[in-house]
C-alpha cells in the first residue's frame, strides 16, 4: 500500500504533476498498526513517526525542500514547491535509546 501523509494542497497538486501515486491520502498518519513491512509513506512526517514508519518495515519517502524564513508558516504552490526544489528522499530512520 502507498500512503500520502499531508495536510497541505500545494503538496498534494506537486504529487500529482510529478506523476506519483498513491492509494491512500490522509491528513495525519495516526494508525501505525496498519502499516505492513513494504507499505510507502510520502509526506512529511515528524522524525518520531517516521521512525516508527521505518521500524514497522514500510519505507518513508520525505517530501524535502529548504523553505525560506520569508515563506515560513504559510501554504506553498505546487508552483513554489518547484521553485524550492521539493523532491521525494527515501530514509531509514530509527530511534535509538
Do not use: K
Not at 27 to 33: D, I, M, R, V, Y
Not at 56 to 68: I, M
Amino acid at each position: 500500500m502507498r500512503y500520502f501523509v499531508s495536510r497541505h494542497p500545494g503538496a498534494e497538486q506537486w504529487m500529482r504533476e510529478q506523476g506519483i501515486q498513491w492509494d491512500i491520502h490522509v491528513a495525519h498518519l495516526e494508525n501505525f498498526a496498519q502499516l505492513q513491512a513494504g507499505d510507502v509513506v510520502m509526506g512529511t512526517l515528524p522524525i518520531n513517526q517516521a521512525a516508527e514508519v521505518c521500524a514497522r518495515g514500510a519505507r518513508y519517502l520525505h517530501l524535502s525542500l529548504c523553505v525560506p524564513p520569508q515563506w515560513r508558516g504559510r501554504e506553498l504552490t505546487s508552483e513554489q514547491l518547484r521553485q524550492l526544489g521539493a523532491s521525494l528522499q527515501a530514509f531509514e530512520i530509527r530511534a535509538s535509546g
